[in-house]
């Protein structure tokens, strides 16, 4: 009989209660509407995206701290490529840019054997530097009506296309990190990177394959923003890193490695986008808002947080 | 013989206005050369011309009206337009439902934008974070709901179909008193350096342009020694010091705007030990209104009234409601502030006092 | 005593300038269980690094069923039979007991090739059941056991699937007593079940009472071997620290 772990659901229950808070505060602003509910899944696909992701990275012990550059440039090269070429090609060299990004993470990590902190810091600046230099600081609007459908702004009836992508992501995100060799090896690599590499698992090679993934998936973030913006600029993502980090730890992955979850991951990406949306709506200023957030989230993440696993002796 | 005596006497008077330059020259206001425009070519209406008969508000009142803030930061400069807006809500009866910041982030702007929709706000005012990127985001919003532009017109929108009208401070004469002041401070003579916007942003281009303009065309003794374009604000102080190295006696130094470009620059100034050249900067900042208060390089703050801007954007909102035609283009005017006027230049522009660092400095 | 199954020859390891271990000879068959002892820094763990496949030898050969083998990697000693305990375990202590069992070998079903997590689940159970290792479920994580269950689970999982060669680092270290004897009573029947046995242990207790053999290191030299029913504690320490010369 499966041992029920309580931590695993309490951040469930906190979206439900949150939801249901909002939901009877704000009854009359908006809150349930249905607009407003789709609008929450699009806002938060970008990061749902990332933070599918960063489950991977987290757990098998490493972080990527470039996230946000890439989402930049990847967004840039998307809508630059766009203007002359076809948006298969743009859509291409966008995500190019983000597999390129992730390999050379990966390569510095698992070859010169760099702490993946320190290298994506550096990636962070590198790749920000060049957002900033390939358009001269310039924003680039995107006309490609079905790009921008597919990528961003489109609904498939009442279902926007965002939330394809985010459930895609999500689902198989979740399928390979749970019911595939590699999902289990990645865990193992971030819980006891002696113990799997003793066991046989190449260590350096998960590694690699987590910080490629991030990549991939910050630059599928920046496309997404480019068609739902229907443009690109430099300042995309800028402030992504930390909205996803925070969704991924409330999700209920450890921050060190060795245990994760995907499907936790998409819940701390809603309850980060419902506060937002909710404290807009309850008329708080700019700076209530600010505190408001870092206080729910520190509770958030005070409930959800697993219980370090330092045991003495 | 006496002609000699009296030059004599005038050229001494002369020296000694001159000494007191540096410490509160009166500033001449020279003529204007030019006139700020829209951001397609529309004319500049003072924001004095906007006004409601009794009748207007009344209108307004019964409508039981709401609003939505949706701004690209917090900071000073939106708290202050903040506050012109609420006051002048409060007496239109309007009530403000939300209040986003997004922080410079466009995304963020595009969700704050779709979020306060949900509250189906009567009227908005807000201040696009870039034209280009933000375009696409207030479509959806200008069917429903009266915008209020500040600053900048997101690209495709049109005014009186999309918006209502685009408040911004009067280009023109924030350049043109940044000259005026600067030249007062170095005598009207000397050479200056002038640090501008180096990208294509009709507000910054507009104040740098008549500054520039200014500059050489009323004051033929100033020679602009170097021009350095700055792209990225944040890059400022290393511009600065590039050019500062090399050019150690520049008589004064214009930059774009305060933060973060004016800080870098006097920051560079500091670096290089350099106490003499005057520097004159766009908006109130706190470190360089201390700088100022102290009696350092900063000689003057040319400042737009941030409180006013607000009055204007919501009494916009008001005419937008009651489907009056209004100005495409409203500017609001701006100031000179020096070190003799800096407790009132904060309560005219931001409507608030001096930070405590300012007040004490100035020994009050 | 059968054919030896494993056949260190003239051993050598080198890092950078240390010689760690100097022409180690060796050789353990099926059935039998040779300890390996010394004092700290004589180059045991060393020695069992290079059999497992984690270090490359500076020298020497290592022979398995008289063929000489290189491995390339510890998946490379593994798929030729050789199993490890390491003095850390190796087990991912977040991880389920069945999950550290098929670490790295994981069972899949199905056309997409999904971990079958009941196979394995069922699989572990049996075989702690079977070897009396007391874990209350296979779905337990590791860092919820005691030392002693721990060590039962890394012993039982070399168990499953070593085919040949089974190495140990100083598997009791860290036990009580209770908990030795039980992990003792594993590495007989494992003994018994025809595994090939070669023990690291600071204990000549346990030396004396499982191996066939002593091998005695000394500053990464070979000493000398004993059987141990031909040779006492006293001989062994003399060995050990550096009263009795090598032979």
Known sequence: MRAIEPRRYVVYVAFLLILAFFAATLSDDGFLSEDNLLNIVRQTTPVTVMAVAVVFVLSAGEIDLSLGSVVALSALVTAEVMKTQSAVLAVAAGLGVGLATGAVNGLFVTLLRLPSFLVTLASLGIVAGLARTITDLRSVAVDDQSFIDIFGSGDVGPIPSLAFWALGAVVLGHFVFRHKRFGAHVVATGDDAGAARATGIRVDRVRFAVLVLSGAAAALAGILYTGRLEAATYTLGEQDLVTVIAAVVIGGTRLFGGEGSVVGALIGSLIMGTLTNGLILWGLSTSEQLIAQGGLLLLAISLTLREPRRELA | ?364 | MSAPLVRIEGLRKEFRAVVAVEDVTLEVSPGEIVALVGDNGAGKSTVVKCIAGVHAPTAGRILLEGRAVEFSSPLDARSQGIEVVFQDLALASAQPVYMNMFLGRELVKGPLRRLDREAMAAETKALLDGLDVLVESPHRAVRDLSGGQRQGVAIARAMYWAQRLVLMDEPTAALGVAETRRVEEQILRMRDGGRAILIVSHSLDQVFRLAHRICVLRRGRQVGIRRTSETTGDEIVAMITGLRDAD
Not at chain 2, 62 to 83: I, K, N, P, Q, R
Not at chain 2, 168 to 189: H, N, P, S, V, Y
Not at chain 2, 246 to 262: H, I, T, W
Not at chain 2, 302 to 331: C, T
């Open chain 2, 1 to 364: 013989m006496v002609g000699a005596l009296a030059l004599a006497s005038a050229s001494l008077a002369c020296g000694s206005a001159k000494q007191e330059t540096d410490a509160a020259a009166p500033i001449r206001s020279s003529k204007s050369l030019g006139t700020t425009h829209g951001p397609n070519g529309e004319p500049a209406t003072p924001t004095s011309a906007l006004t409601l008969t009794p009748g207007e508000v009344a209108k307004v009142r019964a409508g039981h009206y709401t609003a939505a803030l949706v701004w690209h930061e917090s900071a000073d400069f939106t708290t202050a337009v903040t506050a012109g807006v609420r006051d002048e809500f409060d007496r239109l009866g309007i009530e403000v439902v939300a209040e986003t910041s997004a922080n410079f982030d466009a995304a963020k702007q595009k969700a704050d934008i779709e979020t306060v929709e949900a509250k189906r706000p009567s009227v908005m005012l807000t201040l696009p974070v870039d034209p280009v990127v933000t375009a696409s985001a207030y479509k959806a919003a200008a069917r429903r709901t009266k915008i209020v532009l500040l600053s900048s017109v997101p690209q495709g929108m049109k005014q009186g179909r999309d918006y209502v009208d685009l408040v911004t401070d009067d280009l023109f004469q924030m350049g043109k008193r940044a000259a005026d002041a600067l030249a007062a401070a170095i005598g009207d003579e000397g050479t200056v350096g002038y640090f501008f916007h180096d990208a294509n942003h009709y507000v910054t281009n507009q104040r740098d342009q008549a500054f520039l303009k200014t500059i050489t065309g009323s004051y033929p003794k100033i020679r602009v020694a170097v021009k350095r374009g700055i792209a990225d604000p944040n890059e400022a102080q290393d511009e600065a010091n590039a050019v500062l190295v090399k050019d150690r006696d520049l008589s004064g130094v214009y930059v774009m705007f305060a933060q973060p470009p004016g800080e870098g620059v006097l920051a560079a100034l500091r670096a290089n030990g350099n106490t003499k050249t005057k520097l004159v900067t766009l908006d109130l900042d706190e470190p360089l209104a201390l700088d100022m208060a102290k009696g350092g390089n900063t000689v003057a703050l040319i400042a737009d009234k941030a409180y006013e801007l607000g009055r204007a954007m919501a009494v916009s909102g008001a005419y937008g409601l009651l489907d009056k035609d209004a100005p495409a283009f409203v500017v609001a005017p701006a100031m000179t502030i020096t070190r003799s006027n800096l407790v009132e230049g904060y309560h005219e522009s931001l409507h608030r006092d001096p930070p405590a660092s300012v007040m004490k400095a100035l020994g009050k």
